[in-house]
T-cell receptor, first 113, second 113 residues
């Protein structure tokens, strides 16, 4: 019972490179979310998805691209990484939206040099 | 918009009781979540309140007052393993209809012997 997994768990990249963070859930949850967590800011929503091929922006979407071709996968791509995107990225999923608990993956620590 | 305030840090003694407060300002109210996050790990769900009053769940209780925009998490019989950050979160919708779970910056609780 894997639940929700993220890969890679740690990533070092250079400014300007494209990076894709993977998220996979085995619960068949409709909703999936990407957050970043930084000291002094807490968790901030980047993008979320209500179903396959349906995505919407969160609080801090600039510089990120998402897709959802399959219900279980929700990759996050940094098209041209910047140092300000150094952060811990968490993927989450939930059955519904309102009043529904979100379940978080273990996180990916990304360092952009 | 939404604004969530929590104390940054708290320290309490093993076996004692601690109350972690959260105040929020939001346009439209759809409940309030508490999450626990141990250092280097993912947030995990603790409680959800949508009606006023106290909800008890073992050693943890959560209180909500919608008229005051106030919630607290009460931890009893503190154990060393309760040392973690506690995140208050409020779901909201933007003017464009986008959903967002807005998190406070979290309260880092240190339990000392």
């Amino acid at each position: 019972d894997a639940g929700i997994t993220q890969s890679p768990r740690y990533k070092i990249t250079e400014t300007g490179r494209q990076v894709t963070l993977m998220c996979h859930q085995t619960w068949s949850h409709s909703y999936m979310f990407w957050y970043r967590q930084d000291l002094g800011h807490g968790l901030r929503l980047i993008y979320y998805s209500a179903a396959a091929d349906i995505t919407d922006k969160g609080e801090v979407p600039d510089g990120y691209v998402v897709s959802r071709s399959k219900t279980e996968n929700f990759p996050l791509t940094l098209e041209s990484a910047t140092r300000s995107q150094t952060s811990v990225y968490f993927c989450a999923s939930s059955e519904g939206l309102e009043q529904e608990t979100q379940y978080f993956g273990p996180g990916t620590r990304l360092l952009v040099l | 918009g939404q604004n969530i305030d929590q104390p940054t840090e708290m320290t309490a003694t093993e076996g004692a009781i601690v109350q972690i407060n959260c105040t929020y300002q939001t346009s439209g109210f759809n409940g309030l979540f508490w999450y626990q996050q141990h250092a280097g790990e993912a947030p995990t769900f603790l409680s959800y309140n949508v009606l006023d009053g106290l909800e008890e769940k073992g050693r943890f209780s959560s209180f909500l007052s919608r008229s005051k925009g106030y919630s607290y998490l009460l931890l009893k019989e503190l154990q060393m393993k309760d040392s973690a950050s506690y995140l208050c979160a409020v779901p909201t919708y933007s003017g464009a209809g986008s959903y967002q779970l807005t998190f406070g910056k979290g309260t880092k609780l240190s339990v000392i012997p």
